[in-house]
């Protein structure tokens, strides 16, 4: 048995835990991506992230989930270079600044509040943000 299988079985604050699981399954990251696969350190602090913070606001929780080591290493900004104004060769990986929007927050297209898609004059979907939201957004993670 697990301390983590006994904790979520055992323990008196159950909502917490079931609370900490299902935000888990929101934001989770693949175990192909931790480094530490057989010691599984990484993972276990990154799952740690959600008990903390199974009532707190979605944006904190989000916040450490972007932050975490193990995010960064799954959506390749960990040592991500930033952009370089001069030239603009050099830009920064867009993957986590597109998946924080797209996955982990507004999704792609507007919704009315019952959930159905709004559709602009012409019938098509409205899109939340452009590509240059994305772009912004990738600087986020390069400093």
């Known amino acids: 048995k697990t301390v983590w299988t006994m904790i979520n079985l055992f323990e008196n604050d159950q909502l917490r835990q079931r609370m900490a699981w299902s935000l888990y399954k929101v934001l989770n990251v693949a175990s192909d991506f931790n480094d530490d696969r057989i010691l599984n350190e990484g993972h276990l602090a990154f799952y740690d992230i959600f008990p903390y913070n199974a009532f707190g606001n979605y944006f904190d929780v989000l916040k450490e989930v972007v932050f975490s ?20 060769k050099q830009v920064p990986d867009e993957n986590m600044g597109r998946e924080s929007m797209q996955l982990y927050s507004t999704g792609l297209h507007k919704l009315n509040i019952n959930g159905i898609p709004i559709l602009d004059a012409d019938g098509q979907l409205q899109k939340v943000y452009e590509n240059h939201h994305v772009e912004t957004n990738a600087r986020l993670f390069t400093g």
């Open 69 to 88: 080591y193990e995010m960064a290493e799954q959506l390749s900004y960990n040592n991500n270079l930033a952009s370089r104004r001069v030239s603009y």
